[in-house]
């Protein structure tokens, strides 16, 4: 168990961290790129501007953690159970969501282009201050999801749907 430990400027490259409990923890400015977090839990825990390329979070319950400034390209989340999840102007692009069932995620001013989500629905998430020029998600997982009207279009062609442009 990892409690009120902060890390800061640390490399844990290719490292990985099974069945670990990190309770009130703080990764500041660390690069865990294609680092593995399996069937652990993240309690009260905060990565700040953080390099996470590749990360994977796998069977991960994660409670009041936060995710600000961090670079999280092709970062894959799979079967975990997230409580108060936060991502604020991180980048997500090609990110995996696959099973996850979350509790009040908030997703700020990130970048989300070609995240993919599977059996991970984004009803009554809010994403309109993301940007994203497109997403992989199903009809179903999209319903709910609160947008910006710019981002309309993007979405109304997940469900099929075409628009027309305005004739004079």
Avoid at 54 to 74: N, P
Avoid at 84 to 94: G, I, K, P
Avoid at 142 to 148: D, K, N, S, W
């Amino acid at each position: 168990m990892a409690i009120g430990i902060v890390f800061e400027r640390c490399h844990f490259v290719d490292c990985t961290f099974s069945h670990i409990d990190f309770t009130d923890a703080s990764f500041l400015h660390c690069d865990l790129s294609n680092c593995t977090f399996s069937n652990s839990l993240l309690y009260r825990t905060a990565f700040t501007n953080c390099k996470m390329v590749g990360t994977k979070f796998v069977g991960m319950t994660l409670t009041a953690t936060s995710f600000v400034d961090c670079l999280m390209e092709r970062a894959a989340f799979e079967e975990s159970v997230w409580k108060h999840v936060t991502y604020q102007a991180s980048t997500l692009t090609n990110s995996d969501w696959y099973a996850v069932k979350h509790d009040h995620l908030l997703i700020d001013r990130c970048e989300l282009t070609d995240a993919r989500f599977e059996e991970t629905t984004l009803n009554g998430v809010d994403i309109s201050t993301s940007q994203f020029s497109a997403l992989h998600i199903s009809k179903d997982d999209v319903e709910g999801c609160i947008i910006h009207a710019e981002q309309a279009p993007i979405l109304l062609a997940i469900c099929g749907i075409r628009l027309k442009e305005a004739v004079d």
